[in-house]
């Protein structure tokens, strides 16, 4: 048959160099973000059980690891902090000693501007009820007040070293709180990547375990977005760009990717996008199995979510992955 009434989309399929060649998403070790969690008082780390191969970090090993990544290649890193002591407004978040600071100003001091450092800004790891804000008495979390929390632990990230800071709490005006405060003490250079479209996921639960951030009462949909909703995302982005948010972020990502798709081809800023604890246990658990091929089930989420248009991707498997593609 000379000219059959087909198009043969094979021939570009026939050999890995022709489909290496025509591949329209690549992905890069630079693209990617390693979460990584601090806990004060320990003397060694402590294993995560439903996430394996993540721990909890003394600063030492948070140091160590923060090199292997540098040496990794990987983008960057965005740091979380667990305290020994909570309390009702999560004092620890911007005390100049606290875990998450202090570790900030040491991976600064090890590494300048090697990695780029990421301050995850919110207070669920620093109160003792768990909620992302402070509580009225009646066990509301408290918009404007909690505002005034962020402003302070923003300027004290900055001070610690963070090179961005990620507010993730939800809170309405949460980017222009941080970006006035700031602005006033000396960091206008200083960008925010918001988490803009954060939704209320199942997907969470194993970061609470890493995190111990769980709520004492109640969730947290009463501030993260209701998963069935995609116009409000785009509401929720446009009004941190409109307050002064330099990166915007969509999380999760697996589940959302109509969402980061949508967020990509309305903005122009960079759009990152956080695949999360149970998006990382669940492949985890299948792979442990021998449900799926890790390697293989792995590198193909983190080439979805850039193929559905998130430039950054904040992975559990940032360094393992940039490793596979050197
Ligand atoms: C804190 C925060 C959470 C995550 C990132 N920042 C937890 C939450 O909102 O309940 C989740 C990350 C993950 O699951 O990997 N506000």
Known sequence: MT????????RLRSTPALRRLTAQTRLAPADFVLPVFVKQGIDEPVPISSMPGVVQHTLDSLRKAAHEAAEAGIGGLILFGIPSEKD????????????????LQQLRDDLGDELVLM???????????????????AGIVDNDPTLDRYAAVAIAQAQAGAHVIAPS???????????????????????????????????YGPFREAAEGAPQFGDRSTYQMDPP??????????????????????????????????VADAVDVP????????????????????WVDRQRAILETLTAIRRAGAGTVLTYWAVEAARWLR
Not at 3 to 10: E, Q, T, Y
Not at 88 to 94: L, R, T
Not at 178 to 201: H, M, V
Not at 234 to 245: M, N, P, S, T, W
């Open 169 to 203: 709490g939800m809170m309405d005006g949460q980017v222009a709180a941080i970006r006035r405060a700031l602005d006033g003490s000396g960091f206008t250079e200083t960008p925010i990547l918001a988490y803009a479209a954060k939704y209320a996921s199942g997907f």
């Open 271 to 290: 759009v990152s996008a956080y695949q999360v604890s149970g998006e990382y246990a669940m492949l985890e658990a299948a792979a442990a199995n021998g």
């Open 119 to 137: 301050a995850d800004l919110c207070l669920c790891e620093y109160t003792d009820h768990g909620h992302c804000g402070v509580v009225t008495p």
């Open 88 to 103: 009702p407004v999560g004092s620890q978040a911007d005390a100049a000693d606290g875990i998450v600071n202090v570790a």
């Open 3 to 10: 000219s059959p009434g087909f198009a043969r989309g094979r």
């Open 229 to 262: 909703n995609a116009h409000e995302a785009l509401r929720e982005v446009r009004q941190d760009l409109a307050e002064g948010a330099d990166a915007v972020m969509v999380k999760p990502a697996l589940p959302y990717l109509d969402i980061v798709r949508a």
